[in-house]
């Protein structure tokens, strides 16, 4: 699989179609629910992102084939539909073959199209809209006044297909659409300008029907996630406005990306073609030449688009409506890239000669060349134990992603703060026992899990509040022992909430659909109705059509048979023994690196961690198999999963070791009250104390490189035997922690190290935020920060009554500052209403 990490995160796809598939293999379609995102919560994800291309995907996994070859297939199916589709659009614009041609490679080979591929690797969706949009104006090319019944049906299709592929470019093809629909209708004879206005009327509608499933619940329900941040900060427009060069002055496009650059402008050869093509235009404009019907909208678009990725359209960004959602003005390079294409027909003769098709292979030759000239790749191998619900739930935590998102922006509103893990984590995948809030749960049974629903047998001894292990969100029900009953939010828990009375209970929950998502379905099916009348009448009433139907139905089973075969073909697993690792810099997604690690002269073959799961209080043994012994030093960390999220990280258990046998053998020993979950193994490689620079086998550098994680549980620390320093709950309530104690050290020169040791009194009902406060004598602070306990790694609401957690948090110090004579204050607050829930003073003693 080919990496993108700079430019985008290509494990996105992997999880969107690994979970698209548990839905499908469930039987859930129209899927809406991702079941093991949000760290095996669950969360709406497909009900905002439009998903068709992953479908694809998804069938064809479900089919059988590996996930990697079925997202390869999709792409490439991509890259054959926008390319005939873009002949087929040219040669109805009267275009010569040769001339097509040209404008299909300019459109194949634009750097855009491919950086979506090679650079923005998540963008699989944009990627496969890009094919969509010559085929939408084809079918507007075909509309005649009358028995259009199949240009109807394939202009309702594809746009409806747009739609259900990235609802962000239809919002930015749709003007393109309207405007060449208009062109299309006001240049034909005034007996047919009507007829064929109000056909292509009728295909958008229906279109717009036939994906209404998916737009109407978005829209309707945006308000019901978190979508504040989505357009704000670096996914702000402002900031990705093209300056400095519209176009890369390079025959061979350079995809590199990097602060100072980004492959995200014009190629030349594009840029070339657009000057000449706009230049013959003008041209014949000034010669009073006849122009035909389409060259004159297709420049005015092609100069619109690219204006509107200049700082110069700034205002236009910033009045209207719905525009900002597209976040990057250069996403305009897509809709820019079909119309350079089409200009590019002008420089091929329209007549069948030597001079076309010479002219037309030399444009062909360029744009391949400078779209694939520059392009390297750097390659994963992923397998199919890369990609389970466990090892999703693991590259959300070290990545930070939520989902397949940077922003967690569709988790519900009600999850305040976001998790970094959960329980089901913790519990390698399966519904723990819900949390019990209020009340007391006597027993609890998992029955039957699906992706939508959950039936388990419960007997609560009082009223109780559940809150089982399920992000909450409109559209899920329960029923207890047969009974309806309501659910409801647990405010900044973010869990869904049921109230149970004492006894024995059945309760099935269910993500059922809510009104709008219910009639919007209707109203789809209604339109597909409408679509298939329409089909047999256009079936009915052309030969033509029935022969293309005819053709497209054998195009479809000959592919789908050649995709079959394919997905048969054996992919490579590497050997078994091969290193597993992740790393932040490069690739978050724990997978084999086949051929092993590389610090200079240090060759890394295989390793193996015992035991896992570890115990606090144990000790973790780690051997790490070397090709050969180096004179080097080689070093393990023991860190938290999701700490280089937020630095500064403690280190819990540190060992080092020369590298001078070919097997290196380090022990960690785990802090007698480390908190359970899940923590990072970091591997360094020293020379003389400084750490050396990992790469690939190929040379690709690596950041720091974590082992498989392993899985820490409660040890059996005891409870300190003095009084503590302060409790901590709601208001009137009885308090639900206790802090025992509180020690500092200096961590190096501008670190001061906070170790403080907690006991759980009761169910927590929040995952609480810690802060904590250096003042000097006269209340002054003088460093601060706002944490979640254990960065996140074990919350507050999974802390069990009785248990003793050790924490340790890293205080950068200002310069010059000093410690001595200082207090500390150190507050727990509910991270959603920011309200504390007790506050302990303490002075710093300095060792």
């Not at 048969?568 to 023994?577: D, Q």
Request: hydrophobic residues 45%; proline residues 8%.
């Amino acid at each position: 699989m080919v990496l993108t990490r700079a430019g985008g995160d290509s494990p996105f796809l992997l999880v969107r179609v690994q979970q698209l598939t548990t839905n499908l293999r469930a039987g859930v379609l129209p899927a809406r629910w991702m079941p093991d995102g949000a760290h095996g919560l669950g969360y709406p994800f497909y009900d905002f992102y439009a998903s068709l291309p992953y479908y694809a995907a998804a069938i064809l996994h479900w089919a059988g084939a590996d996930l990697v070859l079925s997202i390869q297939i999709t792409q490439l199916a991509g890259l054959v539909v926008a390319s005939i589709a873009t002949y087929g659009l040219a040669c109805s614009l009267s275009a010569s073959p040769a001339a097509a041609l040209a404008a299909s490679a300019l459109y194949t080979f634009a750097p855009y199209h491919l950086a979506n591929v090679y650079v923005r690797g998540d963008a699989l969706s944009e990627f496969t809209a890009m094919a969509l949009y010559p085929l939408i104006l084809w079918c507007i090319q075909k509309l005649r006044s009358r028995d259009s019944w199949p240009s109807i049906a394939a202009l309702s299709t594809s746009f409806a297909a747009l739609i259900l592929t990235h609802n962000v470019s239809a919002l930015l093809f749709a003007p393109l659409t309207l405007v060449w629909l208009g062109f299309r209708a006001l240049t034909a004879s005034p007996s047919e300008r009507h007829g064929l206005l109000w056909s292509g009327l009728a295909g958008l509608a229906l279109g717009l029907l036939l994906s209404l499933w998916f737009w109407a619940p978005a829209l309707r329900e945006r308000t019901l996630v978190q979508l504040e941040e989505q357009t704000t900060g670096y996914l702000h427009y402002a900031g990705h406005f093209v300056q400095n060069g519209l176009a890369q002055l390079r025959l061979a496009h350079d995809y590199a990306l990097s602060t100072e650059a980004h492959p995200f402008r014009m190629g030349s050869v594009q840029a070339g073609i657009a000057l000449l093509g706009l230049i013959a235009v003008a041209a014949r404009l000034v010669r009073r030449q006849r122009l035909q019907v389409w060259q004159m909208p297709t420049a005015l678009a092609a100069l619109a688009y690219t204006v509107m990725m200049l700082p110069i359209s700034r205002p236009l960004w910033d009045h209207l409506p719905l525009i900002a959602m597209a976040q990057f003005p250069w996403r305009l390079l897509s809709v820019q890239a079909l119309l350079v294409a089409l200009l590019g027909t002008s420089l091929v003769p329209v007549r069948r000669t030597t001079m076309g098709w010479v002219a037309a292979a030399s444009i062909i030759a360029l744009a391949a060349w400078n779209g694939l000239g520059a392009l390297s790749m750097d390659r994963v191998l992923i397998t199919p134990e890369d990609v389970t619900p466990q090892r999703v739930m693991l590259y959300e935590t070290f990545s930070g992603n939520i989902g397949t998102t940077i922003r967690h922006e569709y988790l519900p509103r009600w999850m305040i703060p976001r998790p970094r893990t959960s329980a089901v984590q913790l519990a390698e995948g399966s519904k723990p026992v819900p949390l019990a809030l209020e009340g007391e749960i006597a027993e609890a049974r998992p029955v039957e899990i699906t992706p939508s629903s959950e039936a388990w047998s419960i007997q609560v001894s009082e009223p109780s509040l559940l809150a089982f292990h399920t992000t909450y969100y409109p559209g899920w029900e329960a029923n207890v022992d047969g009974t309806p009953q309501g659910v409801e939010p647990l405010e900044g828990l973010g869990l869904l909430g049921l109230r149970l009375q004492p006894g024995s209970h059945d309760v099935e929950l269910r993500l059922t659909r809510t009104p709008v998502r219910r009639y919007a379905l209707a109203a789809s099916l209604l339109a597909a109705v409408s679509w298939l009348a329409l089909l047999v009448q256009a079936l009915r009433a052309s030969r033509r059509a029935r022969k293309a139907a005819l053709t497209g139905i054998a195009v479809g089973v000959l592919t789908s048979v050649v995709a079959w075969g394919i997905a048969r073909v054996p992919t490579g697993r590497g050997p078994a023994t091969c290193p597993i690792v992740a790393d932040f810099a490069r690739c978050p997604l724990f997978h084999r690196e086949p051929e092993g690690l590389w610090w200079e002269d240090a060759h890394l073959l295989a390793y193996s961690i015992e035991p896992d799961p570890s115990y606090a209080g144990g000790s973790i043994d780690i051997a790490l198999i070397w090709n050969e012994p180096v004179a080097l030093t080689v070093r393990a960390r023991l860190m938290g999963l999701s700490g280089h999220l937020l630095p500064p990280t403690p280190v819990w258990a540190e060992a080092r070791a020369p590298l001078d046998a070919a097997i290196t053998r380090l022990t960690l020993t785990l802090p007698e009250h480390l908190a359970p979950g899940h923590y990072a193994v970091y591997i360094d490689v020293l020379d003389a104390g400084i750490a050396l620079q990992p790469t690939t086998a190929t040379g690709h550098p690596m950041g720091n490189v974590s082992l498989l994680p392993v899985r820490v549980k409660a040890g059996r620390g005891t409870a300190p035997d003095h009084e503590p320093l302060g409790t901590f709950g709601p208001p009137e309530t009885p308090p639900i922690l206790a802090l025992t104690s509180v020690s500092t050290s200096n961590e190096g020169e501008d670190m001061l190290q906070v170790a403080l040791t907690w006991e759980a009194l009761a169910q927590a009902p929040r995952n609480y935020w810690l802060s904590l406060r250096l003042q000097n004598t006269d209340g002054k602070t003088l460093t601060s920060r706002d944490i979640p306990p254990f960065l996140g790694g074990y919350p507050t609401t999974l802390w069990r009554p009785g248990q003793v957690l050790s924490d340790r948090v890293l205080l950068p110090m200002p310069e010059d500052a000093d410690a001595s004579g200082t207090r500390l204050e150190i507050v727990l607050y509910d991270r959603a209403t920011l309200s504390g829930i007790g506050s302990v003073i303490v002075p710093v003693q300095q060792p």
